[in-house]
Structures are given as C-alpha cells and as structure tokens.
C-alpha cells in the first residue's frame, strides 16, 4: 500500500511583494530572507511566498489539503488588497512524497544487479539507501535495508503506484531465492 506523506506545490501571484509589509499584516508570519513562512492554523503545511511573488506550499499530507492552503492564501491575498482575484493558473503539484512496504528486509549491496546497475546509484560509504531510478517510470525511489521505500518525483500517485510494482515485480526472484536460503 503507498502511502502519500507530503504533496508539494507552487504557484505565482504574478506581482512583486513587499515581504516585510506582509509580515506585520499576516499573524504569526515569519520572515526569514529570501522567503515570507506562513502556516494557517495548527495545519501542517507550510507556505513559502517570495519576493517575486512566486510560493511553494509543502507538508501538505493530502491533495485535499494542498489546495485548501492553496485556496487560504489566495484569500488572505485577496482580503490584503495583493492580488484582484482568488484565482491562480499557475498553481500546481509539483512532487509528491510517498511511501511503501516491500515487507522484507533487503541486502543492498545485493539489489544493483537485480534492478540493473544504469538505474541504480548504491554507495554504502556514503549513504545507508539505495536510490533507483527505473527507465520505465519517471520516478526516484530511495531504499533502505528494511525494505521501506520512500518514492518521489511524481506529480500523480498512479506514477508512483506503477514504480512500486515494477520495482516488486523486478524483485520478486531475488525475494524468492533468498526465501529458500
């Protein structure tokens, strides 16, 4: 089962900001160069609005909740005299962050040869993940020894469901074999 735990987004007011005049109208904003950091309530997202009026929104655990922040900061936007419309065709995801469970553990010196060596970069000294990058789906996935994996670099979570299978079905007889051992 994937697992979406952070979808990100960016969009564009299409004007420049006064980012120190918005963080004395905007409550418990924070700014901190080069961005304005606004958080709406106890919610865990996080918008970032620069200068140039661009902003990303990330820490949002839904598509549901992206856009309502989305949405918020258009409103507060509007309601600020900033922008003429709550309304933004820039705006959208951008990546998504998801996870999933191989549920076996895995030797990762192991799984280079199994997903073939041009897709894989594995460098134990420097990092305890493998990261895989499958020809057929444009996705990145990084995996630990434990078999947890965590998939990113897709904008629709079909992308990152049809990475999950490719990468189970390219490791089902590495798990086989190392079930009769």
Do not use: W
């Not at 309304?87 to 998801?98: A, I, K, Y």
């Not at 999933?100 to 134990?124: K, M, T, W």
């Amino acid at each position: 089962m994937l697992t979406l735990v952070n979808a990100v987004g960016s969009g564009d007011l299409c004007r420049e900001l006064d980012l120190h005049a918005l963080s004395e109208d905007i409550p418990d904003s924070e700014y901190n160069s080069p961005g304005l950091h606004v958080r709406f309530s106890d919610e865990s997202s996080l918008v970032t609005l620069f200068r140039s009026g661009k902003y990303t929104i990330v820490g949002s655990s839904s598509h549901e909740q992206l856009y309502e922040t989305q949405q918020k900061l258009l409103n507060l936007m509007l309601d600020l005299g900033v922008i003429d419309s709550a309304e933004d065709p820039h705006f959208g995801v951008r990546n998504l962050v998801s996870t999933a469970e191989l549920g076996h553990d895995l030797r990762l010196e192991e799984i280079p040869i199994v997903l073939g060596l041009e897709q894989v970069e594995y460098e134990p000294e420097v990092s305890p993940f493998l990261v895989y990058r499958p020809q057929e789906v444009p996705c990145v996935m990084t995996i630990p020894a434990t078999g947890k994996i965590m998939v990113t670099g897709v904008t629709d979570m079909e992308t990152a469901e049809k990475g999950v299978r490719l990468l189970k079905e390219k490791l089902a007889p590495y798990v086989e074999q190392r079930g009769s051992e």
